[in-house]
C-alpha cells in the first residue's frame, strides 16, 4: 500500500483534531448530587479530655481544588484514644478520625483524578491520606521515603475556621492538595479498614528488606490485637503458612487461627521468658523462628521476642507508634552472637496505602474474615462511648458509621 505525503498529512490533521476535541467532549456532565447538599455539618469536637460535644458548623463554599465527602464511617485508632485521654499532641479542641471514608457530594472544578491517576466522579467512594506540605510527585513516587512524616492527616489536626477537618463529623472537606483515592470497588468495612491495613502493609515490605522472609519461613506474630491479626492476614495473601501467633487473651488467639496462624501460645500459661520461648518451638514442631512481627506496645514483649528467634533470623519490630517506654536487652546473646536482622517500621508510605486496596480483596477473596476485626459500631452521637470501648479494649476494632 501506498500513502502519498498529502494522505499522510490529512490523517495527521484528522487525528490531531480529534485530539483537540477530546478534553470537551470528556468534560464531566455536571452531575446533580441527588440536589441535597445541607448546608450545616456536624462534628464530633474533642473539647476536653475524655469529652466529644457534637457541635454544628456551616458548610463552606468549597474551593476549586476541594472536595465536599459525606462521611460514611471511620475507624477508632488507637492514636484517637492515646488524644481522648490524654492529648499527647496538644490538639484540643479537635476534630479526631483519620480512619475515615465517604462518599464525594460536590467537587472543584479542577478536580479531575485522585493520587493514582483515577477519575474522580460525583458519588465515587474514597478515602485519603496526607495532606502534603512537600511535593506529593516525589512523596508518591520516591521509593527511599520511607514514611510519610511530611505532612497533615485528616482528623489530627487542630481545629480552625473551616472545622471539617476530621472524620469523625458527618461531612469533610478535602481540601486541594490531599492524597485521596478512589476506592469504589470496596465496600464500607473494607474501606475503614484501610489505613490499619496499610501499616502492615509497610512493615511486611520493610521486613522484606532483611531477606530473610521467604515463603516456606516460621513466622512468630505477638501480639493479637488488631495490628497483629492484620499482620497474620497480610503474610497468609503473601503465602506465608508457617505462622505462631503468641498473646494472652484465649479469644483473640482463635481469631488468630481463623486469620490464618498455625498455632497459638497463650502466654499466661507459661511462666518466666524461658518457659514461653520453649512453647514457641514446640508450636514451631521444635524450632525457633526464622522470623519475628512485634505486634505490642509492651516494652516487655520487645525484650522477650529474641528468645523466639533462631540465630540468623530477622525482626520486625511495629509496636511502638507513640513512646511506650524503654526495653532491655541483652545485646550480647539477644543480638550479637546470633547475628539478627532487625528493622522498625511506622505508619505507611503512599505506595504502601495504593498496594493495600488489593491486599484487602485477596484477603476476601482467599476467605480471611478480615471484616471481621469490626466488632463495635457506633453513631456520631455515642463517640465518647466508642473512645471508652476502645480503651477497654472491648473487642477488637471499634468504628463510627454514619446512619443518616
Ligand atoms: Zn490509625
Known amino acids: 500500500m501506498n500513502i502519498n505525503e498529502n494522505d499522510i498529512a490529512k490523517v495527521v490533521e484528522a487525528v490531531l483534531n ?152 458527618d461531612y469533610m472537606i478535602i481540601r486541594g492538595g490531599s492524597t485521596i483515592f478512589n476506592v469504589s470497588d470496596l465496600d464500607l468495612d473494607s474501606r475503614i479498614l484501610i489505613e490499619p491495613c496499610a501499616v502492615l502493609i509497610h512493615a511486611v515490605e520493610r521486613a522484606k528488606t532483611t531477606g530473610i522472609l521467604r515463603f516456606n519461613s516460621r513466622v512468630v506474630v505477638q501480639g493479637c490485637g488488631p495490628i497483629g491479626l492484620i499482620c497474620i492476614a497480610v503474610l497468609r495473601t503473601m503465602g506465608i503458612e508457617n505462622i505462631v501467633a503468641v498473646d494472652g487473651n484465649e479469644q483473640r488467639l482463635e481469631f488468630a487461627k481463623r486469620m490464618g496462624a498455625d498455632n497459638t501460645v497463650n502466654f499466661m500459661n507459661h511462666k518466666g521468658v524461658d518457659a514461653l520461648a520453649d512453647a514457641v518451638k514446640d508450636a514451631f514442631g521444635g524450632y525457633a523462628a526464622d522470623f519475628a512481627f512485634q505486634c505490642t506496645g509492651s516494652p516487655v514483649a520487645h525484650a522477650n521476642i529474641y528468645k523466639f528467634i533462631r540465630s540468623g533470623g530477622g525482626l520486625c519490630e511495629l509496636g511502638f507508634f507513640i513512646n511506650g517506654g524503654d526495653a532491655t536487652i541483652n545485646p550480647h546473646f539477644d543480638l550479637c552472637s546470633k547475628e539478627i536482622t532487625l528493622v522498625g517500621s511506622w505508619v505507611y508510605t503512599l505506595r504502601d496505602y495504593a498496594t493495600t486496596f488489593d491486599f484487602l480483596k485477596r484477603a476476601i477473596a482467599i476467605g480471611l474474615p478480615i471484616k471481621e476485626l469490626i466488632t463495635h459500631r457506633f453513631s456520631l452521637e455515642e463517640m465518647n462511648e466508642a473512645l471508652e470501648t476502645n480503651l477497654a479494649q472491648k473487642g477488637l476494632k471499634v468504628v463510627y458509621i454514619n446512619k443518616d
Request: net charge negative; with cysteine.
Open 18 to 169: 480529534e485530539m483537540n476535541a477530546k478534553p470537551s467532549a470528556c468534560a464531566k456532565p455536571a452531575k446533580a448530587s441527588n440536589g441535597s447538599i445541607p448546608t450545616k455539618a456536624k462534628v464530633a469536637m474533642l473539647t476536653k479530655l475524655g469529652n466529644f460535644d457534637i457541635q454544628e458548623y456551616p458548610i463552606p463554599e468549597i474551593g476549586d481544588d476541594d472536595i465536599l465527602v459525606k462521611v460514611e464511617g471511620c475507624g477508632v485508632c488507637g492514636t484517637d484514644a492515646h488524644e481522648f485521654k490524654n492529648d499527647p499532641f496538644s490538639l484540643i479542641p479537635v476534630v479526631l478520625g483519620h480512619e475515615g471514608t465517604g462518599e464525594i457530594i460536590k467537587m472543584g472544578k479542577n478536580v479531575k483524578k485522585d493520587s493514582a491517576g483515577k477519575p474522580l466522579n460525583i458519588g465515587d467512594k474514597v478515602v485519603t491520606c496526607m495532606i502534603f506540605n512537600d511535593d506529593p510527585d516525589i512523596t508518591m513516587f520516591d521509593l527511599n521515603k520511607q514514611n510519610v512524616g511530611s505532612g497533615d492527616i485528616y482528623g489530627l489536626m487542630p481545629d480552625d475556621n473551616i472545622h471539617l477537618n476530621g472524620w469523625f463529623a
